[in-house]
């Protein structure tokens, strides 16, 4: 009995080693795969600072981008008021609408005057008509230069 246990305990762990073996057979026979270069991208310079236009974006929503960028500093008055708060910049497609596209921009360093706190996002989304859509009111104090009390 003991030496029949000992036999089905190989059969059964001799195919799962065989397998092992072939896979890694297969995978050392594989080609090496080539990495192609990322595709270049183009970018925009939002407030001094360039910011690349993601590959996925539509272009109808990268001109748009391209279009505000040069204005925004005139739009948001509050961005010179408060440079230090001003962290990286993105460029996204939004998932609310069929039709727009966000600048995101991480906050840095806080603004207590308008309660702005260090690591908040606030996405700037830039309509069709050339304006800008802002949700948050902390972001919208921000863009204005006013406080939101």
């Keep these: 009995m003991k030496s029949l246990i000992v036999f089905v305990v190989l059969v059964a762990a001799m195919p799962c080693a065989a397998l092992a073996a072939t896979w890694d057979d297969m995978l050392k026979d594989q080609p090496a795969v080539e990495q192609s270069a990322p595709a270049e991208s183009t970018s925009v310079n939002i407030l001094g600072k ?21 204005n925004l500093a005139s739009m948001c008055p509050g961005f010179a008021a408060h440079p230090q708060a001003l962290g990286e910049w993105s460029i996204l497609s939004t998932i609310t609408s069929d039709d727009g596209v966000m600048l995101q921009v991480r906050i840095a360093k806080p603004v207590p005057q308008i309660k702005l706190p260090a690591g908040a996002n606030c996405f700037y989304e830039v309509l069709p008509n050339g304006t800008l859509g802002i949700a948050k009111s902390y972001c919208q104090s921000l863009c204005s230069g006013k406080s939101n009390k």
């Design 50 to 70: 360039p910011v690349a236009l993601p590959p996925s974006l539509k272009p109808s929503y990268g001109e748009r981008v391209q279009n505000v960028a040069p």
